[in-house]
């Protein structure tokens, strides 16, 4: 059964600060997907990442993804306090009952002023 | 706004009860993923259906069911409720059939509360 950590789970950040948020997992996949949730709200996509090397940057952040080394990271470049959310990584993966996204745990981030 | 609609956005409902929670894809979307919200089991991934067709199933319990329709909407059945049923429910749609997946594009959710 595919695994999917993200770490840190909780992150506190000051504003103008970079940090980066690791998401590694336990079988092999070339599919990677990133989404961001606001409180009690819906998951919003951010990047998509589908194959090795892959390196995809929207404002303050970027993602990668490492396949070999089973990893993708989302970076975050001088936090502003909109960036305060949870982020998710999701892995494909194929399995007997059906292709699937397994999410992470989420990486609840806040940006203080 | 993803385009995928849900009802209703809240359900407040008793144990035992039985509730049906519906989705609509967005327009073009062959393909509607279940997924439930809960504090300590997170984002888990429950069943798929691809122009109406299962495809894919996951950690769904037999006191659920889902069906999607000629046109395209779907509903997850949950019966027998129990406390630990209470989670968000999220609806979500994709162009792909399921393999693969997909960018998927999610619902705003549907928050049930059992009683």
């Known amino acids: 059964e595919l695994k999917v950590e993200q770490n840190p789970l909780f992150l506190s950040m000051q504003e103008g600060k970079n940090y980066t948020i690791y998401c590694n997992y336990s079988?092999?996949?070339?599919?990677l997907y990133w989404y961001r949730q606001d409180p009690g709200k819906s998951l919003e996509s951010l990047f998509v990442?589908?194959?090795?090397?892959a390196v995809k940057q929207e404002g303050r952040l970027m993602a990668s993804l490492d396949t070999k080394a089973r990893l993708s990271t989302l970076h975050i470049t001088a936090a502003v306090h909109d960036l305060s959310a949870t982020y998710f990584c999701a892995v494909e993966s194929r399995e007997t009952s059906g292709s699937r996204l397994t999410f992470g745990e989420g990486t609840q981030l806040t940006v203080n002023p | 706004d993803s385009g995928v609609t849900q009802t209703p956005k809240h359900l407040i409902t008793a144990t035992g009860q039985r509730v049906t929670l519906r989705c609509s894809p967005r327009?073009?979307?062959?393909?509607v993923y279940w997924y439930q919200q809960s504090l300590d089991q997170g984002l888990q991934f429950l069943i798929q259906y691809y122009n109406g067709e299962e495809r894919a199933k996951g950690n769904i319990l037999e006191r659920f069911s889902a069906q999607q329709f000629p046109d395209l909407h779907s509903e997850l059945n949950l019966s027998s409720l129990e406390l630990g049923d209470s989670a968000l429910y999220f609806c979500?749609?994709?162009?792909?059939?399921?393999?693969?997946?997909?960018?998927?594009?999610f619902g705003e959710g549907s928050r049930l509360t059992v009683l």
């Open positions: 990442l589908l194959s090795n090397g």
């Open positions: 079988t092999t996949s070339d599919r």
């Open positions: 979500a749609s994709s162009v792909l059939g399921g393999r693969p997946v997909g960018e998927l594009f």
């Open positions: 327009s073009g979307d062959l393909s």
